[in-house]
């Protein structure tokens, strides 16, 4: 039986056959959308959505182009609320905050969330999302048109454990607030982000289990701030590409960090 199943494989098969509806689909715990930019994965999702009792995780997109729209994901979402706890999508140009808006509404349980580079998604959608309450991961990377105004919103999503926020538009200003409000975070990655010292130092106040931060090209982010993240004892990888960082900052770190095994120093001046 299976509990794992990528529809780019076995999609056409599935869709013609009724006893692998009847019988399969009511097993399948993870589904995988990665389709190629000809196939339309509409008919295959609104066959399938009524069976998918078990569903609880899905992923859409491979980070290639594809067809996925909002009426498929969302009527997936609606047959299947009482189960999914993750959803995941890579480069989905064609979904917007309608679909957001849906999870935040239906999905109060959801525990994992992405939206990698899908450009519709905005502010708007952020904000819907943050109704998510119970959330564990949360990955906003390079969507290009979210912003402080619709990150704040995020602030007091207390059970996360790993947050991402990979877009320019994206400072202190949001980001220090929700670091403040949970305690549980281990990975912290907020590549290309307008963040700086502020959020080093919330971080370093805040998140006594980290093990995974990320800083890359944040150059905003100097000396004064990253080395206040030697107080997270628990630092296991630092990638801080920047180049307002120096010896300064990162030999504290290291004497500090007992735990460190990956450092990344690319363009460190």
């Not at 296991?236 to 180049?243: I, K, N, P, R, Y």
Request: charged share 25%; hydrophobic share 40%.
């Amino acid at each position: 039986v299976a509990s794992c199943l990528d529809v780019h494989d076995v999609g056409r098969l599935a869709l013609s056959s009724w006893r692998c509806r009847a019988e399969t689909l009511g097993t399948i715990e993870e589904l995988q959308f990665g389709f190629p930019k000809k196939d339309d994965p509409e008919a295959i999702v609104a066959a399938w959505a009524p069976h998918l009792s078990a569903l609880r995780v899905v992923n859409f997109g491979d980070r290639s182009s594809h067809l996925t729209e909002d009426h498929a994901v969302i009527s997936l979402t609606r047959d299947c609320c009482r189960t999914l706890r993750a959803m995941h999508f890579w480069g989905c140009a064609y979904i917007t905050d309608a679909v957001a808006h849906v999870i935040g509404n239906l999905l109060p349980g959801l525990q994992e969330l992405t939206f990698a580079e899908c450009q519709e998604i905005t502010d708007r959608g952020v904000k819907s999302v943050a109704k998510c309450s119970q959330l564990r991961e949360l990955s906003l990377d390079h969507n290009g048109s979210i912003t402080d105004v619709g990150v704040q919103y995020l602030n007091g999503l207390a059970a996360l454990e790993s947050l991402q926020l990979e877009d320019r538009g994206i400072t202190d200003l949001a980001v220090a607030p929700i670091i403040r409000g949970t305690s549980r975070l281990r990975l912290v990655i907020l590549t290309g982000s307008g963040v700086a010292d502020e959020t080093c130092d919330a971080i370093s106040r805040y998140c006594p289990l980290l093990e995974n931060l990320g800083l890359f090209n944040c150059a905003d982010v100097t000396d004064e701030g990253v080395r206040l993240i030697a107080r997270c004892r628990r630092l296991e990888v630092l990638m801080a590409t920047s180049g307002g960082i120096s010896d300064r900052s990162l030999i504290p770190i290291i004497r500090r960090c007992p735990a460190l095994r990956m450092l990344d120093l690319r363009c460190c001046n």
